[in-house]
């Protein structure tokens, strides 16, 4: 049985070539997702280059300005770690996801909402009073229950790691009503009162679904799903939900939050879900555009596309660059 898994390349910080070249390849493809909501993943660290910071911010404005209506989701592992260091905090992860103790806990929260976060409300709006940042907490957006992880079958407790039991999408949704850019945190309370780490994959996934989101886009650290990794660095390009499924026991601990969010999207109605190299300039962009970049997943039946939301087909195209209308995100935990 082939090994697939995740592998990390020396080409993800290649040339992602001209801003304007990038804008033209999108624009075609583009008008076929005005009044669509996208939520974008934004995690790895191309969240601790400036570059890639700016490039991205910028992308997520123009997406707004083209018509669609994206919406933020962030991790922050890098920084977390940064922080934890600085503290003498030891950190750990089993099954991807980040063993977070009560001190580890205060510093999550410390750095996705006061740091992360702030950063990037604070660059999208330098193009126009756009972004709002908000936590999972806010307006019960979100709220948690503890999750246990699965090592050889059995529960492990990681502590104050949550998962997603219910979505209120009222808040996003009148955000997005006026034109705002929501940036989320992810960061949610119990029932139990208990404020819980959830994973920002797992975050972004519920949330998409919820929103009822034409396409999750996930941008990370590697290029996509690796078919042979380390022999070979070839790239699934394209899976359906069941395939996915069939292959989720084998992946590497770093791509389970991922994939299994991607699972968890187009199974909840989102059209397609995607792992895209977040280490590319306007590589969120370039998702738009053309062939098929990263990985995709897509649902096992074709989704029915809503009246009004989809647009012909450019001339000189033919095929569909997310998975439209067709059986559609990788590693590290906030």
Not at 87 to 106: A, C, K, Y
Not at 129 to 154: C, I, N, Q, S, Y
Request: glycine share 14%; aromatic share 4%; proline share 5%.
């Amino acid at each position: 049985m082939s090994s697939w898994t995740a592998g990390r390349s020396g080409r993800g910080r290649q040339a992602g070539g001209g801003r304007a070249a990038g804008l033209l390849e999108a624009l075609p493809w583009l008008e076929r997702f005005r009044g669509s909501t996208v939520v974008i993943k934004f995690g790895g660290n191309a969240m601790v280059d400036a570059e890639l910071k700016a490039a991205f911010a910028q992308d997520v404005v123009f997406l707004r300005y083209a018509g669609l209506h994206p919406v933020v989701v962030h991790g922050g592992g890098p920084q977390i770690n940064a922080q934890l260091d600085r503290l003498g905090l030891e950190s750990s992860f089993t099954n991807g996801l980040r063993v977070t103790t009560p001190e580890t806990m205060d510093v999550v929260r410390m750095v996705l909402a006061g740091q992360v976060q702030r950063e990037l409300v604070g660059l999208v709006n330098e193009h126009g009073p756009f972004a709002v940042g908000l936590t999972g907490e806010d307006a019960h957006t979100m709220t948690a229950v503890k999750r246990f992880a699965v090592v050889d079958g059995e529960q492990v407790d990681i502590g104050l790691v949550g998962d997603v039991a219910a979505i209120d999408p009222s808040l996003l949704r009148a955000l997005l009503a006026d034109g705002r850019v929501p940036v989320v945190s992810s960061i949610a309370r119990g029932a139990d009162g208990q404020v819980y780490n959830v994973n920002a994959d797992t975050a972004a996934a519920a949330l998409a679904g919820a929103l009822g989101a034409e396409t999750l886009m996930m941008l990370t650290d590697v290029e996509g799903l690796y078919r042979e990794w380390p022999t070979s660095d070839e790239v699934i390009r394209r899976l359906t939900a069941g395939e996915l499924a069939e292959l989720m026991p084998g992946l590497a601990s770093g791509m389970l939050p991922k994939m299994e969010g991607c699972l968890r999207a187009v199974r909840s109605g989102v059209r397609s879900a995607r792992v895209l190299d977040g280490r590319v300039r306007h590589g969120l962009l370039r998702a738009f555009a053309g062939p098929v970049v990263g990985t995709e997943v897509v649902p096992d039946a074709p989704v029915e596309p809503v009246a009004g939301r989809r647009g012909p087909v450019p001339a000189g195209r033919s095929g569909p660059p997310c998975g439209a209308g067709r059986g559609l995100v990788a590693a590290g935990a906030t």
